[in-house]
Nanobody, 123 residues
Framework: LVHLMQSGGGTVQSGGSLRLSCAVSGSIDSPYSLAWFRQAPGKSREGVSFIMWAGGNTHYAEAVKGRFVISRDNAKSTFFLQMNNLRPEDTAMYYC????????????????WGQGTQVSVPS
């Protein structure tokens, strides 16, 4: 069983930065993929960024490329989303997620989810 606990988020002016953290507890090993998703009011949930628990492969949605950076600290069992140059359209509830099966992640249906944290960028 894997448990994800998020921290970070809040309200920041346009152009500002925030960092989200997701602490992972439980049994997690190299096949796991980790991700950040977000859901804005009235919109579908979308994948923001992905990283493997082992290895350096990362992936970003086009909307955040060049502004967001996903990283992990395996020793602390934590992964992060550094969000820079935030825009009003980044306003959403952000969720971290994990799954041992990549196809679940790619379908947007990972097994394990964090509790969610709000990011607001007023226009």
């Amino acid at each position: 069983l894997v448990h994800l606990m998020q921290s970070g988020g809040g309200t920041v002016q346009s152009g500002g930065s925030l960092r989200l953290s997701c602490a992972v507890s439980g049994s997690i090993d190299s096949p796991y993929s980790l991700a950040w998703f977000r859901q804005a009011p009235g919109k579908s949930r979308e994948g923001v960024s992905f990283i493997m628990w082992a290895g350096g492969n990362t992936h970003y949605a086009e909307a955040v490329k060049g502004r967001f950076v996903i990283s992990r600290d395996n020793a602390k069992s934590t992964f992060f989303l550094q969000m820079n140059n935030l825009r009003p359209e980044d306003t959403a509830m952000y969720y971290c997620a994990a799954d041992r099966v990549m196809s679940n992640m790619l379908k947007g249906s990972p097994t394990y989810w964090g509790q969610g944290t709000q990011v607001s960028v007023p226009s």
